[in-house]
C-alpha cells in the first residue's frame, strides 16, 4: 500500500515521510521535487499556486507513487487533490500530520531556507481539508517526536495490511 504523508508547510512531511520510509524499506519521493520550476517560482514569490498549477504536480506525484511505490511526501490539502492521487492509485492511505498554527510557524521559522514563503501558511491551512471517514489514512499529532510519530504510523501501516 502507497503511502503519502500530507499537511500544511512545516508539519513534519519531509522529516516523518523519510523516517516512515526508512522503516518500512520502502522508497521515498519528495513531493515538492515534483513541482515544475513555474511552480516553484510563485511559490518563493509568496504566491499560492492555484488547483490548475496544482493539477499537473499531483499527477506527477500519483504516477510516481504508482511506478515506485513506498512513501511520498505531498502536502494534499483538499479532498480534490486526494481524489486526483487515488484516481491513478486506488490503494493509497494517507498520513495526516495536524498541529496547530503556533507549532507549525515557530517550526518554519527555525528552519533553514527553503522556497517556502511565510505568507503561505495562513493559505494552507485555510485551503486544508481534513481526512474525511471514508476516506483511508490516519491523522497524527506533530508535538510528539518524529519518532514516535514514526512508530504509530507504521504500526496502524501494519495493523490496516493485517486486516485486508
Ligand atoms: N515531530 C517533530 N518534532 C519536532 N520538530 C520537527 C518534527 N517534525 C519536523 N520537525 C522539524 O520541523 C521543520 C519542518 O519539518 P519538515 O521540513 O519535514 O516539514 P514539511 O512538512 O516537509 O514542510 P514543507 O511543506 O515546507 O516541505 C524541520 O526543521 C524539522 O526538522
Ligand atoms: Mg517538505
Redesign the pocket.
Known amino acids: 500500500m502507497p503511502i503519502v504523508v500530507m499537511?500544511?508547510?512545516?508539519?513534519?512531511?519531509?522529516?516523518?515521510?523519510q523516517l516512515i520510509a526508512g522503516a518500512l524499506s520502502v522508497p521515498f519521493t519528495?513531493g515538492?521535487d515534483l513541482h515544475g520550476a513555474r511552480n516553484i517560482a510563485k511559490m518563493s514569490g509568496g504566491q499560492a499556486l492555484t488547483d490548475e498549477d496544482r493539477r499537473p504536480w499531483l499527477r506527477r506525484v500519483a504516477l510516481e507513487l504508482r511506478s515506485q511505490g513506498g512513501v511520498v511526501?505531498c502536502?494534499a490539502l483538499r479532498r480534490s487533490y486526494r481524489e486526483a492521487i487515488r484516481e491513478l492509485v486506488p490503494n493509497t492511505v494517507f498520513v495526516h500530520?495536524v498541529g496547530d498554527p503556533a507549532t507549525i510557524q515557530t517550526?518554519?521559522s527555525?528552519?533553514?531556507a527553503?522556497f517556502?514563503a511565510p505568507g503561505m501558511l495562513t493559505s494552507q491551512l485555510s485551503i486544508l481539508e481534513p481526512l474525511e471517514a471514508d476516506e483511508a489514512g490516519i491523522e497524527l499529532d506533530?508535538?510528539?517526536?518524529?519518532e514516535a510519530?514514526v512508530r504509530t504510523a507504521v504500526d496502524a501501516y501494519h495493523a490496516r495490511l493485517a486486516a485486508r
Open positions: 499537511g500544511v508547510a512545516g508539519t513534519g512531511k519531509s522529516t516523518v515521510g519528495d515538492d511526501a502536502s500530520l517550526r518554519l527555525a528552519r533553514p527553503h517556502m506533530i508535538r510528539a517526536t518524529p510519530i
